[in-house]
Every structure is written in C-alpha cells, then in structure tokens.
C-alpha cells in the first residue's frame, strides 16, 4: 500500500518531468539548433514480495536531446559549401548586373572613340570633328575610371565583409571554447549527465561557424570539442580559442588573412577554403582579379597601340603626334637598402601577363654581375648577366637594367593591376591630333609608264619632320625612287636622297613583285613604306616628299581606325573588344554556374536540414498530443495517490 | 519523412513562395523590358554575341556617315566638273569660230576677252572648296588653295600635291573622294609629252586669238631625186611619177600623173601644179625644190599628208590652234574619265549603301532573335507564375492554421 503511494507518486515526478521537458520543447520549437528532449522512463526496480517481483512505480532515468550526430556532420558541410556559393554569387552579381549596363560597359565608348576617329578621317580639318574625337577620348578615360573605381569598391567591400567574417569566426571560437569549459563542469558536477542545452548551443555556435569556413570537430573525453578550420588550423582547442586576424598584402589593393595562435602567426589566406571567407576569396581570385587585369591589359593595350600610331603622324601643324593616351606605367619597389634601380616598361601589349615579377641581382662585381627575373604566378624565371645586355625584354615587358647593382631585390607590381586606373588622355588641343603622315608621295609628270606608288606608311616615326639633309632639299624631291632597268635581274628602283646619295635600291620586277608592300629605313627618320604597282619605264621617278601643310591628309586617321578590329592583345588573338567580350563571358559563366550551383546546394542544404530537423526539430502537433497524454497520464497517477489515500483511510476506518 | 517539425514546415513554405517571387519578378523585368537578357549570366555567350552584334552595328553606322560624307563629295566633285566642261566647250567653240578668216582681228580680240573670262571662272571652279571648307583638288593640302594665276598675270602654278583621300565605307572597302587636281587639270600630256596645264593652254590660245595669229596649218614637201612610179598621197589623191616610161595607172579623179625632170625643182613645179590643178581645198606654193601646201579653210583638221615617198620629205608646221584644240580635247577627255571615275565611286557608294542596310538589317534581326524576349511566351509563363505563387501562398496559409493546439 505503500507501495501504491510511493508508486503512484514516482508517476507523479516522471510525468511532471516529461510535461515540463513538453513545455520546454514547445518554448523552444522556434529556438535556433534546439533538438527536442525527451525523457527517459524506466520502470522502477520491483520488490521481492512472497507473491513474486511488485512493481515500485516509475522513475526517470535521463533526460536525452533528440541528435544525430552524422546528419550534423552533414548538415554542416553543406552549409559550408552553400555559403560559399551564396557568397561567391552575392558580389558575381553585382559585376554581372553592372556590366551589363550599356552605360557602364566598355564596349559604347570603344566603338564611340573609334567612329570618332573616322569622322576625323572623313575631314581632317575639321576642329569640330577633332574636338568629337577628344570628347570621346575623355569618356573612355572616364569609362576605364567608373569600371575601375567599380572593381575598386567591390574590392574594399570585400575587404570590409573579410574582416567582418573574420571578426565573426573569432567571436564564435571564443564562444565555443567558453561552452566547452561549462559542457566540461557541467559533466563533472552531473556525474555524467549530459547539459542538452549546452550542447545545443555549442553545436548552434559550430553550425554559424560551418556557414563562414569549411569546419572540422573532434570530441573530447571530457565533453570539449576542439574545432579546426580551413585546412586544419586549431580555432579551439579544448577551453582555448585562437583568433584570425587581417593583415596588408604586397598587393597594395589586396590583403591576407593570418591564423594567430600562442603570439605567432603564420599567413593561411590559401587555406581558408569554404564558407562565406571561402566563397569570398574565391571570388575576388576567380572573378574580380581576372576582371581587374583584364581591364587593365586593354587599357595598356589601347593606350599603347594608339601611341605608337598616333607618333606616327603629324597634326595640323606638322608636328609628330604626342602620345594620345598616358603611356603604360609598371612600378617597382626596392627591397633591399643598397644602390641602383630599376625602370620596366610595356613593349608589348600583346605579351602582357597579369603576374608580378621580382628581380634580383647576385653579389658579383659589376658588369659580371648575374641578373634572374621571376615571374610571381608560377615562379618561372630568367636569368643572365648583366654584360651581356641591359635591356631584357620578358613577357611584354622590357627589364632595363643599366642602373641595378649587386645584391639589389626588386619587386616589379603587375603590370595590368592599376593600368585602368592610370589610363588617362593627354591630348588636349584638337589641332594636336595627328591624322596626317609626315610623308607624301609624288608621281613625276615626266613618267611615262603604268607604274605607280601607293598606300605609304610610316613606322618608328623618329622625327616628323624629314632629316635634314632631305627636308633642305628643294622640292620635289626628298627620296626618290628611279626605275632602272639595268638594277636587279629584271630592273629595279635606285632610292636617292635629294642630293643624289644612294639610299639602297629595291629589286621591282614588274612581273611577279605588283603590288607588293616594300619598306626603306631612312636613317633619323623612321621606315617608309609603301606598295609598288604596275609597269615602270626605264627612268620613271617616284619622289617621297614632306606633307607640309597637308591638313586634309586622313591617312594616319584610318590606321588608328584600323586599331579597332585590330588582333594587338593576348598574343595577338584578340581586339580590344574581343577581350572585353572575354570579360563579360567569363562574368557572365561564372555567375550563371555560381547560380546553378548555388542553387543545387541550398537544395541540398534544405534536404539535410530537413532531415536533420525530422530527427531533432520540434513538432508542435507531437508536443500537443505529449501534452494530452502525459496530462491524462498526471491525472492518472494522482488518482492513484488519491485511491491509495482511500485505501488508507478505508483501512483506518476499519479499526476504528 | 514520417515526421516534420513545425519550425521547417514554416520555412519550407516560405522558402517556396520567395523561390516564386524571385521568379515572377525576373519575369516582370524581362516583359517590361521586352529582353530576355537582364544581365550576362541569363546567357553568357548570347552576351558576348550581342557585344559583338552592336559592336558591328555601331560599325556599319559610321560606315553609312563616312558614305555620306565621300557621296556629298564625290557629287559636288562631278557638278563642279560639268561646269569646267561646259566652259571648256565653249572656249572650244569660241576658238573655232576665232580663228574663222572672216574675223577681222578686233573680233577676235572680243573673242579672246571672253575667252579670257572663261579661263577665270575655270581656275575659280578648279578652286571650289567643300562643305566643310577644304578646296577639292588641293590634295593633302586641303587649305592651300590649289591653284595660283590668273588671266592677268598668265602663269599657273599647282600648290597641293597628288595626295589622295580614303574613306571607309565597309569593312574591307575604301573609296577615294576625290581626285587630286594635279590629275584633273595640271599633268596633261601635250603632243611631245610635257605636261601642260588646262589654264596654260587656254591662256596661250587666247593669247593667240588676241594677238590675230593665222591658224592654218601648212606642210612643207621637200622633193629630191624622184624616181619613176614612185607615187605621193595627199587628201586622198595619189600623185603618180612618171619618167615617161609608163605603165602607170590611168588618170582619173584620184589618180594623177606627174612627170618628173632631173632637177629636184622642176619636179616641184610640176607637183605644185598638178596639187593646184586636182584638188582645190588647197593652198600650194612653190619655192624652189620645197612645195609648201595649207589648208584653204581655216579651222579644224589637219591636211591628210600620207604616204609620202622616201625621196620627198614632208615637214607638217605646227600652228598653235590646232595643238590648242587637241590640249582642250584632252583635257575634255581626261574630265571625262575623272567624271567617269566618280560616277563608278558613287555607284559603288550605292551599292555599298545597299550592302550596308541589308547587312544592318540581318544583325538587328540576329540581335532581335538573341535579345529580345517572346512576348507570348513570356505573358503566359508570367501568368503561370503568378497562379502558382497564390496557390503557394494560399497553401501557406491553410496549412499554418492546422495545428492540435486549436482542439486543446
């Protein structure tokens, strides 16, 4: 009878534990990585009686969290691989979304500046056409700027949202190690039962952790968990956090992430892979990067390619054409604290890499001195001494030596990185365009046959104005071609100076050479081209003359047109436009796969939460019906406290 | 999944109805746009074509503006020269009629003054700028003005050079503006292969006008040792030799008989008498062995000296006129070719013109297929959506209501 009471009171206790830890689950069926408890029941050990074993009632043996720990696992490393991508995409799209803005893009103001530069090709003389063609100058100027400043913003964003990521990983590593030490007193003052909602929270603070970096957990004997990150640096070991902190790159515009631990700290910028910090710095590495460079390879290119033309010709006043566009800069800094110093210039835009370079010189006396320039993105390298030449020409670049000394150490910026930023347009006076060719050819009236001179260029203008032993001469006359037919097996022309100095002689048969392209190098001037056609009489005479005056000459106008189309860049494969289309391709693949993956992967990342959360997730209805029973179960019991009250006082009353 | 906790039943829920929110909006921009793509990862290689497409568009555009600048040329080119020509022609027949024997030489020195004028408007019209102020025929030099003299001071001198304008009009097609006025007017070839310009030759020929020189022409025969059967043409009648020894053609209209003598110079009177007697359009006179024959009417044509034996040698005295007139002719005929010239540039700048729109046209259509959205399909997708983003909110709200809590 006593049994009965103490029976019916032990369901009492378990079924006021199990309704509390009911109203706990429903408190928390909104709480963040909170699994459902449950509580364990356990028949009491029964009484040897002379009627056999009688039951003693219930009694709770544990309150357990519902968890797996494998579908965590899981749901982790999807989280680490979703973030990853939502991050990825969250900055593809803001470059996807700006480049394809007409007004933002490259591509209007290439074709704008270019039209303009035929619409001076259609009247030369024509300020206002020349003024156009300025305008249009300063509008690619100012595009390159606006995609430039773009790139830039997005990448002190991303420096911004690192640092904040990093904050964040810190602040979750000291949680955890602040969880692990109560998970471990807890345990201890429990006698081993396990704190739910500890654990809960640790495992909450491990999730948050897995969305910013690729995480690992190893649990410890006492409850602890030490958790790596990235490639396997410790962020808590046990009771003890480490911390991530942000610190300037070589690149100026570019930073690395240092893993601190016990005062030292070792760069893991590569290692941290995963997560947003993972997502985030594979974007600016796949997308911003190559976008930036590219960028920057076109405005060496357009700059470079259109100074070379534009010198080649002469502008309204008769003046050689001054670069149109800054000229290409590559910086160096010197690392060490002896003497010398180094210049690097584009010679070839073509050619131009993204990679930094470094150049170091031996301790050698000079000029013995040995020399290695290494290429930084895959550490391939050349090598020589200094004496055997000075200017060193390596991927587009032209190394000029002649002022380094022993034991210097110089890093040499990527080339294309701030390229974009410096694109600006020189030219200012419209009259300063130079549209004509300092030359001009002339077909002697005395000729009397078919031949005849044509489409003259001009290469490695030296000087505009011709040199001075042919521009004293009277015209007409500057170099002059005079067919011979004893020259050459089957004739040729003699080249002249006015003064009748031979300048060489070109072997002209008439026959098979029509209209080929021929080329005279005038030595202080540059090299003269120009086509040969027809048929030429014993004597006929060709003059290359000094355009003075020659305001309605478009010539050097149509070959700076002809840049547009031209294939200058990536080894000559592509035009401006070409590589700006590569651009846009590449932005436009890669955030279409971000989304498509990204896509894939919260798919994936809602089935592991969801089987996650069908094992550990609160479900009301469930914790309703628990509500009912265990209630009735409650009433139940006290029925039993009150029939073993009854009992008690039936029996008193019996004796009474 | 037997079980479903509540927290994600909600989130599943809500997780659909923003999937198809993102949808339906995509949708919206694409229709209010009327492009299917917004931006390049919608379809990254239709992008990079589209760049391309405009890239060529823009091209073409400019292609038809330098057309239009080279056509706008090119036709002021040939109205300026259908002046020069028909002022040529008329210096022409002003000639003709000068040089006619009944003027007396102050008609002829009327003559020459509007001549004289005419030679001013020509140099005026060789001058002729364009619309944007560039002279026409200066060359390279396209603000020197081309040619210097006039009818005063009677020498002329060329001041731009043989430089010739390109114009992309295509790609891969150039046309010439223009043509440099040392072509037009200035290396015309005269009869011993100088060159001589239009202006020289019309100030000479109004010079000569004005100053009454004769216009005729007149051949010289120098006759030497004749032998028999040897036989001379001139204006188509054939002067037959003849020692006396016969066997000679029979004397009729064209076919006459002219005996010769020992002496060189009573060969040449019989000659001169036997031209006088046979054909009256000429003027014959004799002098010694020299028999000297001019045309009876002044003006056009030369005397038809031809087939001259070896033993009588003809010298043809040039007079001006006639070499005048043949310059004209030249330069009449190399404007034409010029002319001819620039209606095959402004027939090539139509077809160009052709080429170009129906180029335009097939990339704004391949664009239109790339870029632009199908309405219909769109519209319906759109409505689609928009049905199955109320059935998923409509869901939402159903099932959010169904909890055990509201039977407690």
Do not use: C, W
């Not at chain 2, 060529?56 to 020269?81: E, V």
Request: glycine share 8%.
């Amino acid at each position: 009878m006593a049994d009965l009471l103490l029976s019916g009171l032990s369901g009492l206790t378990a079924f006021r534990n199990v309704l509390d830890t009911t109203g706990h689950n429903i408190a928390n069926a909104t709480t963040e990585g909170y699994s459902r408890q449950r509580v364990e029941l356990d028949a009491s050990n029964p009484q040897l009686t002379g009627a056999g074993f009688v039951g003693s009632g219930v009694s709770t043996t544990n309150v357990s969290r519902i968890y797996d720990s494998f579908l965590s696992t899981q749901f982790r490393s999807s989280s680490t691989a979703a973030s990853e991508l939502d991050a990825f995409l969250g900055f593809a799209s803001q470059i996807d979304g700006v480049l394809a803005n007409e007004n933002i893009g490259l591509s209007t103001a290439l074709q704008d500046f270019f039209n303009a530069v035929q619409t001076v090709a259609d009247d030369p003389s024509s300020i206002p056409a020349r003024q156009v063609l300025l305008t249009e100058g300063k509008a690619l100027e100012n595009r390159f700027g606006t995609l430039d400043q773009l790139f830039g913003d997005i990448s002190r964003q991303l420096t911004g949202s690192l640092e904040d990521q990093l904050n964040d990983v810190n602040t979750l590593g000291e949680n955890i190690a602040s969880i692990n030490n109560k998970i471990v007193v807890a345990l201890g003052s429990s006698g081993g039962r396990i704190p739910n909602d500890l654990l809960d929270q640790r495992d909450k603070l491990i999730d948050d952790l897995s969305a910013l970096v690729n995480v690992n957990t190893n649990e410890q004997e006492n409850g602890a968990v030490n958790v790596f990150i990235g490639s396997g640096q410790p962020l808590v070991l046990g009771i003890t956090s480490n911390t991530l902190s942000i610190t300037p790159s070589i690149d100026p515009d570019s930073v690395e992430i240092v893993f601190n631990q016990g005062g030292s700290s070792t760069i893991v910028t590569k290692l941290m892979t995963g997560g947003e910090i993972g997502g985030t710095l594979r974007f600016k590495e796949e997308m911003l990067d190559p976008a930036i460079h590219t960028l920057g390879e076109i405005a060496i290119g357009l700059a470079y390619s259109v100074n070379q033309q534009h010198a080649n010709g002469v502008d309204l006043d008769g003046d050689q054409g001054l670069n149109f566009f800054s000229a290409p800069v590559v910086t160096n800094f010197k690392n060490d604290a002896n003497l010398g110093s180094l210049s690097v210039s584009v010679t070839d835009p073509s050619q131009i890499t993204s990679s930094e370079y470094t150049v170091t010189t031996d301790g050698t006396a000079l000029p013995n001195t040995g020399y290695t320039i290494t290429r930084m993105s895959d550490n391939s390298s050349i090598s020589g001494v200094i004496s055997a030449g000075t200017s060193i020409s390596y991927d587009g670049l032209t190394f000029d030596l002649s002022a380094v000394n022993v034991n210097n150490d110089y890093t040499v910026a990527s080339p294309t990185r701030d390229a974009a930023d410096n694109f600006s347009l020189l030219i200012t006076d419209p009259r300063d365009i130079a549209v004509a060719l300092p030359i001009v050819s002339q077909k002697s009236t005395t000729n009397t046959g078919t031949a005849g001179l044509g489409n003259v260029a001009v290469d490695g203008l030296q000087s505009a104005i011709l040199p001075a032993s042919l521009a004293a001469a009277p015209l007409p006359a500057s170099i002059i071609l005079t067919y011979d037919t004893s020259l050459f097996a089957q004739g040729g022309y003699a080249i002249t100076d006015a003064g009748g100095n031979s300048l060489g002689s070109i072997d002209y048969d008439p026959a098979t050479n029509n209209g080929m392209e021929y080329s005279v190098n005038v030595t202080g001037f540059g090299d003269v081209k120009f086509t040969l056609s027809g048929q030429p009489d014993n004597g006929d005479t060709f003059s290359l003359i000094d355009n003075t005056g020659g305001t309605g000459d478009n010539r050097n106008a149509n070959f700076l047109a002809d840049l547009q189309t031209a294939l200058t860049l990536s080894g000559g494969t592509a035009s401006f436009q070409d590589l700006y289309g590569q651009v846009i391709a590449d932005v436009g693949r890669r955030t279409q796969a971000a989304e498509i993956n990204s896509a894939a992967q919260n798919g994936l990342l809602a089935q592991t939460l969801a089987s996650k959360d069908s094992i550990s997730g609160v479900n009301l209805d469930e914790e309703a019906a628990n509500l009912i029973r265990f209630q009735q179960a409650y009433q139940a019991a006290s029925q039993v406290v009150l029939t073993s009250r009854t009992i008690f006082d039936t029996l008193l009353g019996a004796f009474r | 999944m037997d079980r479903i906790s509540t927290s994600l039943a909600q989130q599943l829920g809500i997780n659909s109805i923003l999937l198809q929110q993102a949808q339906v909006n995509q949708t919206q921009q694409q229709i209010s746009l009327g492009k299917r793509i917004l931006t390049p990862s919608d379809d990254p290689s239709g992008s990079v074509r589209l760049l391309d497409l405009n890239q060529s568009i823009s091209r073409i555009d400019q292609f038809q503006d330098n057309l239009d600048y080279a056509r706008n040329r090119l036709s002021l080119s040939d109205t300026t020269l259908n002046s020069v020509t028909n002022n040529l022609q008329r210096v022409r027949e002003l000639a003709v009629q000068g040089f006619n024997g009944t003027n007396s030489a102050v008609d002829r020195q009327s003559i020459a003054l509007e001549m004289f004028q005419r030679l001013d408007e020509i140099v005026a019209l060789a001058n002729s700028k364009d619309g944007s102020g560039d002279y026409l025929y200066a060359g390279f030099k396209a603000q020197t003005e081309p040619f210097s003299g006039s009818a005063q001071t009677g020498s002329f001198s060329f001041n731009g050079d043989q430089g010739e304008r390109y114009l992309k009009v295509g790609e891969n097609r150039t046309v010439t503006d223009g043509n440099s006025g040392a072509e037009v007017f200035f290396d015309l070839k005269d009869k011993d292969g100088n060159a001589e310009s239009v202006f020289a030759t019309l100030y000479a020929l109004a010079t000569d006008l004005s100053s009454n020189r004769p216009a005729a022409e007149e051949t010289a025969l120098t006759v030497g040792t004749v032998a028999h059967a040897e036989t001379a043409t001139i204006n188509g009648i054939n002067y037959h030799f003849d020692d006396g020894s016969g066997g000679l053609p029979a004397a009729d209209a064209t076919n006459v008989i002219v005996a010769i003598n020992v002496s060189s110079s009573v060969t040449a009177t019989n000659f001169a008498a036997a031209i006088t007697a046979n054909d009256n359009t000429l003027n014959v006179d004799v002098n010694a062995d020299v028999v000297t024959v001019t045309a009876k009417t002044q003006g056009e044509g030369e005397l038809i000296v031809s087939a001259m034996p070896t033993s009588i040698n003809a010298t043809t005295v040039s007079i001006p006129l006639y070499d005048h007139l043949d310059q004209i002719d030249t330069a009449l005929n190399r404007i034409l070719d010029v002319r001819a010239q620039i209606g095959g540039r402004l027939n090539v700048l139509d077809s160009q013109d052709n080429v170009n729109q129906d180029f335009k046209l097939s990339i704004e259509s391949t664009k239109s297929q790339i870029e632009d959205i199908d309405m219909a399909e769109a519209i319906s997708r759109f409505n689609l959506q928009i049905v199955s983003l109320q059935a998923a909110q409509q869901a939402f709200v159903k099932v959010q209501g169904l909890s055990l809590f509201n039977h407690l």
